[in-house]
């Protein structure tokens, strides 16, 4: 492969798999939220 | 008042693998290595990318949190979710029908195309390719679309799928949809993956093989930073990313409406756009290309991706996996098309739930009675582009539901989020229960940029709708021959191209007439919009 080539394939390649991992760790590993335990907590803001 | 429409997701990861099997279609595998070719090889990703930031994200936080702001009144379709945040102004009940619309009119044919990749599995483990030549493998491809057998085998799968689809649906959303997620994406990456190690360790020389894998990664990859300026190649990329994302379809909100009011979107949203763009970068520009530049050559491939990646991943790929050998060949047609099985069932159960939602909800039906009448919707709306492939039909379908409707849905949802909505409110429905810090520059281009773009993209777009409805090509056609024969076909295929777009028409009409009986219905039992 051209260098030219190969920069452009790994640094595309290599951001998008990146921040994927990131953020399906994030959904992986993020607590998740205590359900609501009063009305005023499903009140509007 | 008793609840009809009472789903809800099992799990997180659930969701998020449901929502990205949504997007990762087979388009992700056969037409953006072909739109990257066609488009400035690796300076493609360029725009591709830029459109994805801009265009592609901000979509995609407007469709989760409009989903779950409608859900929270408990709408389910896009008619009543759309009309919830501007409640005042009846007309966008009417805009929301394209998020029925679209899923109904491209289930129609998708399914179809799903069905292609059963009937392909069954001839991998069957078989049936072992000892073909090339010619032959692509001659069964067209015998397949044509019906020329009688089109019992392409009938039979393509009922199959319609049925399938349907039972998964009737299990509901926890219980149907989400367990074929789970199952079905990590199966896809599995396969993906598998079959992007072989493509990129092709060897000149060995197995037939008369080029490097690396070759097609080479010619993919290598940038024209000449056409990084082309309109033609922006638009194109602007295009891939609808196509890709599933945005401007309905089917987003649809899930996103069964999110709970305090509950993330913004990081579900993230995560299921890029496991899409993984699928899409990663693993789709390292098979179809290499594989078939591996055996083929570069000028062969450039001359078949001139009629899109159909043709080369149904007409091409089996013969070349034959070149590996009776049980490598079958493996890896299970593995591509079972590949192309999971990414397009995925999409299609998403395609069915906005329909459902919609039924479940203003007409109280049970989620089994709902699951069928879009089977039978399907059924009904499909039969023509099986019927009728070869004049078109299918394609028409593909145009006006799968192309100039999800631009024409998405602006309108964006001038809805950002300018009527208001921005304001807008940013906190984003950022409401948000496990991820939203960053404020897409407030910027949620209510500025992304406008404009998808206004270019809209106007842009305008003269080859004119051409489609004036029937300009084959008009064009018609002057240059002089053959009876040819002029009857062309005349012929006229005739079933306007009779396509007469039912889609008549199909929109027929929604919206059953979104005013819902909203009679609602006004009469005293119940609001929101």
New interface residues.
Partial sequence: ??S???I??IA??GI??A??IY??Y???T?P??PE?DSYS??DD? | MTKSNVESWGSRVGLVLAMAGNAVGLGNFLRFPVQAIQNGGGAFIIPYLVCFLLMGIPLLFIEWSMGRFGGRFGHHSTPFIVNSMDPKRVFWKYIGVFGIFTNLAVAAYYCYLESWTLSYIWHSVAGSFQGQTADQISDFFTGYISLSDGGYETVFFWIFCLLLNTWILSKGLSGGVEKVAKIGMPLLILFGILLAIKGVTLTAGEEGAINDGTVGLNYLWTPDYSTIWSAKVWLAAAGQIFFTLSVGMGSIQCYASYVKRKDDIALNAMSAGWMNEFVEVVLGSSILIPIAIGYLGIDKVVELTQSGGLGLGFKTLPYLFQQWGDVLAALAGIAWFGLLFFAGITSSLAMGTPCMGFLMDEFKWKREQSAWAFGLAIFILGLPTVLFFEQGVFDEYDYWAGTVSLVVFALAEIILFAWVFGMDKGWKEINRGADIKVPPVFKFIIQFVTPVILGWVFFASLPDIWKKITNADLKAKLLETTDPAQIQAINDQMAYLNGSRVLLVALFISISYLVYVAYRKRVKEGRGIV
Wanted: hydrophobic share 50%; no cysteine.
């Fill in positions: 492969m051209n030219e080539a190969l452009m394939m595309a390649e998008i798999t921040v994927t953020f399906f994030k959904v992986l993020v998740p939220k609501p907590e499903n803001d």
